[in-house]
């Protein structure tokens, strides 16, 4: 490496021998100081880094963070540290260790970092996902945890949200007359509108103005957020113009001028009743905990937590279905294995959330496209609150630890052929469902996402509806969609067609 540095130097090197001898000796003193001197990183395995850039130059080449740890793994092991600009960061390509922070140390480990971006968009932290630990964010997320489950499963009324999306999504994707088409502005217009009703009780239809308008901006966060990239390493960076923090900037101007109205509509309506939705659950559990340190759940909470439905809970899910979608095209088997289970278990009438434990095989298709493509390949990065250790290294407080979901759903060692997509691994000898511990899609510990059991939910309900009343196949001539994906946000597939039919008897797409 070091040799890479000083090839890039030699063009300035003067001629004249004992100067030249001077200055190369006194450079390459310099980079070894620079690179030994660098913020002590403990035992653990470490890229080379200099002051200011951190380890950045060592990590080019073009790779998506998931696929360049995955690589630096193979050279570095497991478990190794690096600096990203200033920041001690730790990655962790293996379950084991995964887990330790997660679970086992959970606590220790349940800290955010800074950032400038996520900063703007949360209003200094008072969202979910992006705030640091505390008393506060400790009350914030059960009450959002309490307000989720009152919609969730057993209530019945997010399954009569999803399914009347569903049916909407079922009519629209039949339309299409048998063409080819993109499935993904339609799959994410259904998501969408699951969270605007959940949300703030808001149905849309098909080109609603103020729909378009959701879809428009939490797009605009999502790209944005994507290419905050080095004004997050470096927050100083913030004071020079940049064209992403414009943008973003613009877009939550939007967000919270719709959000802020649906608020003060729901404040002016609340009674002591059953809550109407999520902002009504939350403004009903506002005056809990008042006596907090930094004082209680304020409107911009509640806001932030509305905004953070959307920005964590549409662009997951849809991209799931898709990715599912995606190779259940490329394995018509697997596509009709679903539906003979459906065929069975299910019949002619709609399918409901109790018909989940009748169907297994679905179960182990969601996960198995969660596995092979999960959105978030690299969780969001936790810190360490206090001193610690991961694997017996020990971990100095503050460190940022990123865990590498991608390399640990296709470790070899506990993934048989893990470039393979299929569905039966995740059932046993017996034909009985079984979760990997190496399987943590939605994470895990104080940190897992809160909307876990929604988002399964809503899976389930999507794709048994989709398939109970159509297939999916390629465009004559067209080839399958790609696979590899691309990183923004979440790690998404790349545009593709397909073709519907629909099955006897659900010709118009709903009953
Ligand atoms: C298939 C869909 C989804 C997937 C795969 C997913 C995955 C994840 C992952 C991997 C994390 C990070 C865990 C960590 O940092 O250790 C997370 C956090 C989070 N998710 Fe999800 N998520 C999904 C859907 C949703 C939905 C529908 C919502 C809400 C409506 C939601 C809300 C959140 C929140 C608030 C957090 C932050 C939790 C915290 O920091 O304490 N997610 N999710």
Same mark, same amino acid.
């Given at each position: 490496?070091?040799?890479?540095?000083?090839?890039?130097?030699?063009?300035?090197?003067?001629?004249?021998?004992?100067?030249?001898?001077?200055?190369?000796?006194?450079?390459?003193?310099?980079?070894?100081?620079?690179?030994?001197?660098?913020?002590?990183?403990?035992?653990?395995?470490?890229?080379?880094?200099?002051?200011?850039?951190?380890? =950045?130059?060592?990590?080019?080449?073009?790779?998506?963070?998931?696929?360049?740890?995955?690589?630096?793994?193979?050279?570095?092991?497991?478990?190794?540290?690096?600096?990203?600009?200033?920041?001690? $960061?730790?990655?962790?390509?293996?379950?084991?260790?995964?887990?330790?922070?997660?679970?086992?140390?959970?606590?220790?480990?349940?800290?955010?970092?800074?950032?400038?971006?996520?900063?703007? =968009?949360?209003?200094?932290?008072?969202?979910?996902?992006?705030?640091?630990?505390?008393?506060?964010?400790?009350?914030?997320?059960?009450?959002?945890?309490? $307000?989720?489950?009152?919609? &969730?499963?057993?209530?019945?009324?997010?399954?009569?949200?999803?399914?009347?999306?569903?049916?909407?999504?079922?009519?629209?994707?039949?339309?299409?007359?048998?063409?080819?088409?993109?499935?993904?502005?339609?799959?994410?217009?259904?998501?969408?509108?699951?969270?605007?009703?959940?949300?703030?009780?808001? #149905?849309?239809?098909?080109?609603?103005?103020?729909?378009?308008?959701?879809?428009?901006?939490?797009?605009?966060?999502?790209?944005?957020?994507? &290419?905050?990239?080095?004004?997050?390493?470096?927050?100083?960076?913030?004071?020079?113009?940049?064209?992403?923090?414009?943008?973003?900037?613009?877009?939550?101007?939007?967000?919270?001028?719709?959000?802020?109205?649906?608020?003060?509509?729901?404040?002016?309506?609340?009674?002591?009743?059953?809550?109407?939705?999520?902002?009504?659950?939350?403004?009903?559990?506002?005056?809990?905990?008042?006596?907090?340190?930094?004082?209680?759940?304020?409107?911009?909470?509640?806001?932030?937590?509305?905004?953070?439905?959307?920005?964590?809970?549409?662009?997951?899910?849809?991209?799931?279905? =898709?990715?599912?979608?995606?190779?259940?095209?490329?394995?018509?088997?697997?596509?009709?294995?679903?539906?003979?289970?459906?065929?069975?278990?299910?019949?002619?009438?709609?399918?409901?959330?109790?018909?989940?434990?009748?169907?297994?095989?679905?179960?182990?298709?969601?996960?198995?496209?969660?596995?092979?493509?999960?959105?978030?390949?690299?969780?969001?990065?936790?810190?360490?609150? #206090?001193?610690?250790?991961?694997?017996?290294?020990?971990?100095?407080? +503050?460190?940022?630890?990123?865990?590498?979901?991608?390399?640990?759903?296709?470790?070899?060692?506990?993934?048989?052929?893990?470039?393979?997509?299929?569905?039966?691994?995740?059932?046993?000898?017996?034909?009985?469902?079984?979760?990997?511990?190496?399987?943590?899609?939605?994470?895990? +510990?104080?940190?897992?996402?809160?909307?876990?059991?929604?988002?399964?939910?809503?899976?389930?309900?999507?794709?048994?509806?989709?398939?109970?009343?159509? $297939?999916?196949?390629?465009?004559?001539?067209?080839?399958?969609?790609?696979?590899?994906?691309?990183?923004?946000?979440?790690?998404?597939?790349?545009?593709?067609?397909?073709?519907?039919?629909? #099955?006897?008897?659900?010709?118009?797409?709903?009953?």
């Amino acid at each position: 490496m070091s040799s890479r540095v000083l090839s890039s130097l030699s063009p300035l090197l003067p001629p004249s021998p004992p100067l030249f001898f001077f200055v190369g000796a006194a450079i390459l003193l310099l980079l070894l100081f620079l690179l030994v001197c660098s913020p002590a990183r403990g035992s653990l395995p470490s890229l080379p880094s200099l002051p200011l850039l951190g380890s =950045l130059p060592w990590m080019g080449g073009g790779l998506p963070p998931h696929l360049l740890f995955s690589e630096l793994g193979h050279r570095y092991g497991p478990v190794f540290s690096l600096l990203l600009g200033p920041h001690l $960061s730790v990655v962790l390509n293996r379950h084991q260790e995964a887990r330790e922070v997660l679970l086992q140390r959970g606590r220790e480990f349940a800290g955010r970092p800074f950032m400038v971006t996520t900063d703007l =968009l949360t209003r200094g932290g008072k969202d979910i996902a992006f705030s640091d630990f505390s008393p506060l964010w400790k009350l914030h997320r059960r009450l959002v945890h309490n $307000s989720f489950s009152l919609f &969730g499963e057993g209530s019945g009324r997010l399954q009569d949200i999803v399914l009347s999306s569903v049916d909407d999504l079922c009519v629209e994707l039949l339309s299409g007359g048998g063409r080819g088409f993109d499935p993904s502005p339609a799959v994410t217009r259904a998501v969408t509108n699951v969270v605007c009703t959940l949300v703030f009780s808001s #149905t849309y239809r098909h080109g609603d103005t103020e729909l378009q308008e959701v879809m428009r901006y939490n797009d605009g966060i999502v790209q944005t957020i994507a &290419g905050g990239g080095l004004v997050d390493i470096y927050p100083w960076m913030k004071v020079f113009p940049n064209r992403c923090l414009r943008t973003l900037k613009d877009c939550i101007t939007v967000r919270d001028r719709l959000l802020s109205r649906k608020l003060e509509e729901h404040k002016a309506s609340l009674n002591d009743g059953p809550p109407r939705d999520l902002l009504d659950a939350l403004l009903q559990g506002q005056g809990e905990g008042v006596q907090q340190e930094g004082g209680g759940i304020t409107d911009d909470h509640v806001l932030m937590t509305a905004a953070e439905a959307f920005g964590a809970g549409v662009e997951t899910t849809s991209t799931t279905l =898709l990715w599912i979608l995606a190779y259940l095209v490329h394995h018509p088997p697997v596509q009709r294995r679903v539906q003979a289970e459906l065929d069975k278990q299910v019949g002619e009438r709609p399918v409901c959330v109790s018909d989940r434990s009748r169907l297994p095989y679905l179960e182990c298709v969601i996960n198995e496209g969660m596995r092979i493509r999960p959105v978030s390949p690299v969780l969001i990065p936790h810190t360490a609150m #206090t001193d610690s250790s991961i694997g017996g290294h020990p971990v100095g407080r +503050g460190t940022r630890v990123l865990v590498n979901m991608w390399a640990i759903h296709h470790d070899p060692e506990h993934w048989d052929k893990p470039d393979l997509f299929n569905p039966d691994r995740f059932l046993d000898d017996r034909g009985q469902r079984v979760t990997p511990p190496c399987f943590m899609p939605f994470g895990a +510990g104080p940190r897992v996402c809160v909307g876990e059991s929604l988002a399964r939910l809503e899976l389930f309900l999507f794709l048994s509806s989709l398939l109970q009343r159509m $297939s999916f196949k390629l465009p004559d001539g067209a080839s399958p969609p790609n696979l590899q994906g691309r990183l923004g946000v979440v790690l998404q597939p790349l545009p593709y067609k397909v073709v519907v039919t629909p #099955t006897e008897g659900w010709e118009g797409g709903a009953k």
